[in-house]
């Protein structure tokens, strides 16, 4: 894919459109606070408490969210060398939001346990579910040895469908208070951010982000071909595997916390190639920029469209991204035909 912007000059410009986002995001809402007032020092107290319990950590909950979902968008497209991959349309994030609706309609024991704990139960249970997901539509891609993108495409459509119905019957099984749970998933939400989920999931993607960084050059000789990276040393079938754990774990997470929020793993990383070039190196953090500032910006428009009221970012997301994939597939069959 043509390269349209230098790979010098990316991470000023992604760091800039994140730190407007976020300013941006903690200005804006039913009640506006100047953005005078949240960069400098004299705000009143009123807006203060604003700031610090509700908006600071529903804007730190989106930028961690959206960099997850565009770098396991990224890894399962370098895992499948195909730019149509995504956690949400192959089904992992049904398939964790499964688990996650099992956890809430079938556990007698959540509501005892301190919310960290019930943090980390959710995402346990995500976890599982996207890694079951992830293992079974690799296993079923397969095509004589080689991943094919059709059977991709169809395991995936089958386990959104499996899933569905699974969740559909959880709302069935559920009382009133499981099933406003489980309607904000199916929409993703990020409303009632605490610091104590911020403090969960920072603890968990941080890491990984760090790791998946550090592993960019393994993920170029994966592009190669198979064939290519085990000539040049990489065990392929090891580090499918780290890299199907690591896209489970951050979908996984994601999903506990805040639903299915779908297109971010698409869209931001063809982006990123597009403007950058396909090198995993610059791939890798600035998708995690990107994604940021996308889900930043798209959860503030949720929070102005319908004031006071709020949509949930999962239907922003959707209406960004459905016009992208639609332009996507397009964009594939004029070059292959």
Not at 41 to 62: C, E, G, H, K, Y
Not at 143 to 169: E, R
Not at 196 to 218: D, G
Request: aromatic share 8%; charged share 10%; with cysteine.
């Amino acid at each position: 894919m043509k390269r349209v912007l230098s790979s010098q000059i990316p991470y000023p410009i992604l760091i800039l459109a994140l730190f407007i986002a976020g300013v941006f995001a903690l200005t804006q809402g039913a009640y506006s606070i100047s953005w005078r007032e949240v960069l400098g020092a004299s705000i009143n107290d009123i807006d203060r408490q604003i700031l610090i319990t509700v908006r600071l950590p529903r804007l730190l909950m989106a930028a961690l969210v959206g960099a997850a979902l565009a770098v396991s968008g990224a890894l399962m497209q370098a895992l499948f060398r195909n730019p149509l991959a995504d956690p949400g349309l192959l089904g992992v994030s049904s398939g964790a939001s499964v688990f996650v609706g099992i956890l809430i309609v079938l556990n007698p024991f959540s509501g005892d346990l301190p919310l960290w704990a019930h943090s980390y139960m959710q995402s346990a249970a995500a976890f599982l579910g996207a890694v079951l997901t992830c293992w079974l539509i690799f296993q079923l891609s397969k095509h004589k040895g080689q991943v094919s993108v059709l059977h991709l495409l169809l395991a995936g459509i089958a386990i959104n469908a499996l899933s569905g119905s699974a969740t559909g019957l959880l709302t069935y099984m559920s009382n009133d208070e499981q099933l406003r749970a489980l309607t904000f998933w199916a929409m993703g939400n990020l409303g009632g951010s605490r610091w104590e989920q911020v403090a969960v999931i920072a603890s968990i993607l941080l890491p990984l982000f760090c790791y998946v960084w550090r592993q960019s050059k393994n993920l170029n000789l994966l592009l190669l071909g198979e064939d290519e990276a085990r000539y040049l040393g990489l065990d392929v079938e090891r580090f499918k595997i780290k890299l199907i754990a690591i896209v489970a774990l951050c979908v996984g997470v994601t999903v506990a916390f805040t639903g299915l929020i779908g297109f971010i793993g698409l869209m931001v990383p063809h982006l990123v190639r597009m403007l950058f070039g396909a090198d995993n190196r610059i791939v890798i953090p600035c998708s995690a920029l990107l994604g940021a500032s996308l889900l930043t910006g798209a959860d503030t428009l949720a929070r102005l469209l319908v004031i006071p009221a709020e949509l949930p970012v999962g239907l922003v997301t959707s209406l960004l991204g459905g016009p992208f994939f639609l332009w996507l597939l397009l964009k594939n069959i004029r070059e292959t035909s």
